[in-house]
């Protein structure tokens, strides 16, 4: 008898041992994320600065696992969390830049913006983050190939409606009703400070051999869910750094890299 796969274990130079659900591990074993090994976090940083050699495969991986521990912390103070919500969130990192295109975020302003709307498909014409999108269209490819997969962890079209507005940050779409904070998550457009920018920020300076200004680990630890004018948000203590973190973090890296 085949002994059931309990998921797996990925050794990183940046968040040390992460263990991922099975059903993430059989998402990284899809070529729509595979291609992900090819394509360069840093873009053309990497002609210049040979320690910028990370790719969207690592960091997507990454991104999940971040995801998991944040809400994995939310849910000891905020009763309601299930396992459900928890995976939807990890799927969310896991995918969120399936999208890209060669040189990462270069295709997308060099190439894609500069189209003609009239180009490009009615869905993508005005995004500022067309590569959102069209992660959003591999995550439903990548549904309709491992309808079965999904279906063992009770994942269905309206959980993957749900991820989908996770990496776009999209509040009060989908099933998560009265947990609107965990758009906040992957991709939050509230006030930027969200697992996917804690991991390339910690993961770009490894690779630049640059420091970066903030405790990740004290962040997810001091994380909490807060009421603020009548809706739910994620909040941190404001002793921790990283609350004007964003813009210096990527100024720094920015200077890092020129």
């Known amino acids: 008898m085949a002994r059931e796969f309990k998921g797996k274990t990925f050794n990183d130079p940046i968040h040390h041992k992460m263990k991922l659900h099975p059903l993430l591990v059989r998402i990284i074993n899809t070529p729509e994320f595979d291609r992900l090994r090819n394509i360069k976090q840093l873009g053309g940083a990497y002609y210049v600065y040979p320690g910028a050699s990370n790719n969207r495969f690592e960091h997507s991986i990454g991104v999940a696992y971040l995801a998991g521990?944040?809400?994995?912390?939310?849910?000891?103070?905020?009763?309601?969390?299930?396992?459900?919500d928890i995976l939807c969130v990890e799927i969310a990192g896991l995918c969120h830049d399936l999208g890209h295109g060669p040189f990462s975020h270069a295709f997308e302003d060099f190439f894609l913006k500069k189209l003609e709307q009239d180009q490009l498909p009615e869905e993508y014409r005005g995004c500022d983050h067309i590569h959102e999108y069209i992660s959003c269209k591999v995550v439903d490819q990548i549904f309709s190939k491992n309808r079965s997969h999904f279906g063992k962890y009770k994942l269905n079209e309206n959980h993957i409606e749900t991820i989908k507005a996770l990496i776009k940050g999209e509040r009060n779409s989908g099933y998560l009703v009265g947990k609107e904070f965990l758009y906040e998550v992957v991709a939050n457009k509230f006030n930027d400070i969200d697992v996917d920018k804690w991991d390339y920020f910690t993961r770009d300076c490894h690779g630049l051999g640059i420091q970066h200004g903030f405790d990740l680990w004290r962040l997810l630890e001091t994380a909490q869910v807060i009421e603020w004018k009548g809706e739910l948000h994620i909040a941190y203590r404001d002793k921790v750094g990283m609350l004007k973190p964003c813009p210096m973090q990527k100024l720094h890296i920015f200077k890092g890299t020129s």
């Not at 994995?72 to 459900?84: C, D, M, S, V, Y």
């Open 69 to 84: 521990k944040l809400v994995n912390e939310l849910k000891k103070t905020f009763r309601g969390l299930t396992g459900t």
